[in-house]
C-alpha cells in the first residue's frame, strides 16, 4: 500500500519525481539536501514532544490543584 499524496498513486509516479529532484539539485547535492530534511524532521519531532510534555505536565498539575473531597454543604435549620 502506497501513500496517497496528490498524484502519486505508484512507484513509478516516485521514480519520475525521484528522476527530476536528481535534476534540479545534482547528485553531489542530494545528500547535502536529505541530511537537512532529516534534521528538520529531527527537530519537528523534538519540538512535537516537547508540546506533548508541557500538555502532559500541564493536565497532571490541574488534576493534583483540584480538591479531591468536597466541603460538606451547611444544613439548613429544621422549622419546627
Sequence with gaps: MYPQIAFI??????IV????????????????????VG???GEFKKAREDFEREITTAAT????K??????????????S
Excluded: C, Y
Design 9 to 14: 498513486n505508484s512507484p513509478q509516479d516516485w
Design 17 to 36: 519525481i525521484l528522476l527530476i529532484v536528481m535534476l534540479l539539485f545534482g547528485a553531489k547535492k542530494l545528500p547535502e539536501l536529505a541530511r537537512g
Design 39 to 41: 534534521k528538520s524532521m
Design 61 to 64: 498539575e490541574v488534576k493534583t
Design 66 to 79: 483540584e480538591p479531591t473531597t468536597k466541603e460538606p454543604a451547611a444544613k439548613e435549620p429544621h422549622e
